[in-house]
């Protein structure tokens, strides 16, 4: 899949699952649900130990599409790549970080909160800046980002539930992750992929009614 074509299907996606989990026994069940329940990008954090062999495994599948986040160099996003990523996010705004996955011909997505930080990922050739902690801040906040800065595609993370999504998507950003509102580690630990799959319809359902 090329460049433009991966930038593409995550706007058109709009939510990406953030997973915090390195578990390869479950992650297939993991993905399966949240592609039954119409969430097909996932992030899987690399914080946690495996986790770029969950990537490696998961790409293997072609059914899967799959990305890196909590990416804090460039070191671990060329690995992250390697080993299957389409897409890379981090939590911070890394140009070192930027630079290696314009490299490689691959979505980058950096982690920024004000108006410079936001305009100088971009400017350096982000192709998506995400803002984080949105929900600390709240759509009003994004509107208000959005006035000045409206050519820049915005995604936000943290924080993001059922109440706000739809808050968040109308004061114009092109993509959401979420984390534990869908992704629940309890829900992973007793199986209940069922239920994560109810949860991605939930979410899905309320992106689509905009």
């Known amino acids: 899949m090329e460049k433009q074509q991966i930038i593409e299907k995550l706007k058109q996606l709009k939510i990406t699952a953030v997973i915090r989990n390195s578990d390869i026994n479950t992650m297939f069940s993991l993905a399966d649900a949240l592609k039954k329940g119409g969430v097909e990008a996932l992030e899987i954090t690399v914080e946690a130990p495996g986790a770029l ?3 490696k495994e998961l790409n293997k599948e072609d059914r899967y599409f799959i ?6 160099d460039a070191e ?13 996010f981090t939590p911070v705004m890394r140009l070192d970080v930027i630079e290696l996955c314009h490299r490689y ?7 920024a909160t004000t108006p410079t930080e936001i305009l100088a990922g971009y400017e350096a050739g982000a192709d998506f800046i ?5 929900g600390v801040f709240g759509p009003q906040y994004l509107k208000e980002i959005l006035g000045p800065l409206k050519q820049i595609p915005i995604f936000v ?8 999504i739809k808050d968040f998507i109308l004061a114009g950003a092109k993509g959401v992750s979420l984390g534990g509102a869908l992704v629940d580690k309890e829900l992973i630990a ?15 359902n309320l992106v689509n009614q905009i």
């Not at 011909?105 to 982690?111: A, R, S, T």
Request: avoid cysteine.
């Open 67 to 72: 990305g890196a986040g909590t990416v804090l």
């Open 76 to 88: 671990t996003a060329r690995a992250a790549i390697i080993a299957g990523a389409k897409f890379i």
């Open 130 to 134: 995400k803002v984080f902690p949105a």
């Open 53 to 55: 062999d969950v990537i």
């Open 105 to 111: 011909g691959i979505p980058v997505i950096p982690g």
């Open 190 to 204: 007793k199986g209940m992929f069922d239920e994560i799959t109810k949860r991605a319809e939930e979410f899905v």
């Open 157 to 164: 993370t943290g924080g993001i539930n059922k109440n706000n």
